[in-house]
Each structure stands twice: as C-alpha cells, then as structure tokens.
C-alpha cells in the first residue's frame, strides 16, 4: 500500500454539505516526495471539503513549525508555518491541474490525492531566505556570526583615515563641469 493512500479522500459516499479531515504532518511525510530540507516537521493540516452537486470545495490550514536551519549560520530553528489554500474540483471530460485554484477531474472518478496540495502548501509556507530568530534580534552567539561580523568590511572613518590623493584628483573632474 502506497503512502499517499493515507491522503485519498473518496467523497462519493459523502453526502452534501460540509466535512473535515485531520491530518498530522511529520518528517516521514516528505519522503513520499524525496524532499529533505526539513530536520523534522509538527505541522497539523485541517482539510474541509464541502460537497455540492456540481463541484467539490476543498479549505487546506496549516499551522505548526518544520524545523530548518539557517541560510546564514546553519543553526536549526522552528519555523512557524501558518497558511490556508482554498482548491475547486470541478468534473469534466479529461483531468486538468493547469489552473493552481480549480482542478477538473473526470466524470467517473470517486477519490481525490490531497498529499501533493498539502505537500505544496508547507513547503511554499517556508520562506525563501531562512534567518534564524536570534539572529535578527542579536540574541544568537555563533562561531559563524563572529566570523563574519570579523570578515565584514569596515566602515571609512574620514578624520583617521588617509585618502589616496588620486581620488581628490578624481572628485575634482566631478566638481569641475
């Protein structure tokens, strides 16, 4: 048995109106889609789907913390993931995903895979630079930090500093007009 099955959610049986679906997201999760940039994921997953007789109306919510590391120190931290995604199954002659909101499945089909709209929705939830907290607060003393606050260019301090006497030859040609 597949994985995802755990995900299939077969709706022909349901009867109109509206129904909920728990899911609990861990680190195995992403290995059905070989993803490993997570150290370890606590996400819940709140899916309702409200069946009408024409079209299937699915609310995706996450909400929990995948823990990453830092694109600047390569600390781990938790980081928070808080999204909803809202998704229209419509029934039609042939499948077609090429709309990101409205999904056509064909007539005869009784089940939908949610694990790809979740998938998408926690990753897409992580922003693209990860900063570590304490690191935006000046709170997180790392080895990484030191070295490269010790390697980042100092500021020119006019009174101490001797300018190379080419430059005021250069910035007169600018005042020079």
């Known amino acids: 048995m597949k994985p995802e099955k755990d995900y299939t959610i077969q709706f022909i049986g349901l009867k109109e109106g509206t129904h909920s679906f728990d899911y609990e997201i861990g680190n195995t999760f992403f290995t059905i889609?070989?993803?490993?940039e997570f150290n370890d994921a606590n996400v819940k997953v709140e899916v309702e789907l409200t069946k009408?007789?024409?079209?299937?109306e699915l609310k995706?919510?996450?909400?929990?913390?995948?823990?990453?590391?830092?694109?600047?120190?390569?600390?781990?931290?938790d980081q928070i993931i808080d999204s909803d995604f809202d998704l229209i199954v419509k029934f039609g002659?042939?499948?077609?995903?090429d709309n990101e909101e409205i999904l056509i499945i064909p007539?005869?089909?009784y089940e939908i895979n949610v694990a790809q709209y979740i998938y998408e929705?926690?990753?897409?939830?992580?922003?693209?630079?990860?900063?570590?907290?304490?690191?935006?607060d000046g709170t997180l003393k790392s080895e990484i930090l030191q070295k490269l606050e010790e390697l980042s260019p100092k500021e020119l301090n006019d009174e101490n500093e001797e300018i190379d006497p080419r430059w005021n030859t250069l910035k007169k040609l600018l005042t020079d007009k």
């Open 121 to 136: 929705l926690i990753v897409l939830s992580v922003p693209s630079k990860r900063i570590h907290p304490g690191v935006e």
């Open 93 to 97: 002659e042939a499948f077609n995903d």
């Open 33 to 36: 889609f070989e993803f490993d």
């Open 107 to 109: 007539h005869g089909e």
């Open 52 to 56: 009408k007789t024409t079209l299937l």
């Open 60 to 77: 995706f919510k996450a909400s929990g913390t995948v823990n990453v590391n830092c694109d600047l120190t390569n600390e781990p931290y």
